[in-house]
């Protein structure tokens, strides 16, 4: 089925390791999206990339570093993750100017002990 | 930048009570606004859109939405809402490449 698949789709971390989230979508989108869900607070941006080979900080990029792989690729890396990025993480990909909907994948759930 | 306020954090209702949410944002521009949907254990999926003409919008399920410009204003409302509609709701607005969420409320309908 076309949508955005994000893996893994949990897991669980120690303070100051590494891992990364990737993104893919079959969609042929543009822009894709990564972001982060805590209870109370919503959906906050943490990095975006408008186009292939283009990326830049959303609302919350501190400790996360990204990757446009390619137009089907997007990567959210955690170099040394913290108690406090524990979170659920969605990816979501748009299409171009005049469809500004965004589609989401089913998320994922981090936990850093 | 952006901000997006929804008024409630958690509304309870009885089966075949109507719903109202409301969600006020800040940018003055032009603006693509939504309603996302998310029941327990799924992801967000899209309940409705504006992008200009009709201030008042339907979306899936029977939920509509007003866009009142001049009150930065774009509430969600259901005349009669049942169990399923259990679920979190969350207001976005798209401006500048970027979609920016509420911080969601909470609708719990008792049966």
């Known amino acids: 089925n076309a949508g955005v698949t994000q893996t893994p789709k949990f897991q669980v971390l120690k303070t100051g390791q590494s891992m990364t989230l990737q993104c893919a979508q079959d969609?042929?989108?543009?822009?894709m999206y990564w972001y982060r869900q805590d209870p109370g607070m919503g959906l906050r941006l943490i990095y975006y990339?408008?186009?292939?080979?283009?990326?830049d900080k959303g609302e919350v990029p501190n400790g996360y570093n990204v990757s446009r792989l390619n137009k089907r690729e997007f990567s959210l890396r955690l170099e040394s993750a913290a108690p406090s990025q524990t979170s659920v993480y969605f990816c979501a990909s748009r299409t171009g100017p005049g469809a500004n909907v965004l589609t989401f994948g089913a998320g994922s759930r981090l936990t850093v002990l | 930048a952006q901000s997006v306020s929804q008024h409630n954090h958690h509304v309870i209702l009885s089966e075949a009570a109507s719903l109202e949410l409301g969600c006020n944002y800040s940018?003055?521009?032009?603006?693509?606004l939504f309603w996302y949907v998310q029941y327990p254990g799924q992801h967000l999926q899209l309940l409705l859109k504006?992008?200009?003409?009709?201030?008042l919008v339907k979306g899936i399920k029977g939920f509509e939405a007003e866009f009142i410009k001049s009150k930065f204003s774009f509430n969600l409302r259901k005349p009669s809402v049942q169990w399923s509609d259990t679920a979190e709701y969350f207001c976005a607005v798209y401006s500048d490449y970027k979609l920016s969420f509420g911080a969601g409320t909470t609708v719990t309908v008792r049966a």
């Open positions: 940018y003055g521009g032009t603006v693509n």
């Open positions: 504006y992008f200009s003409g009709d201030p």
């Open positions: 990339s408008a186009s292939e080979g283009t990326t």
């Open positions: 969609m042929n989108h543009n822009s």
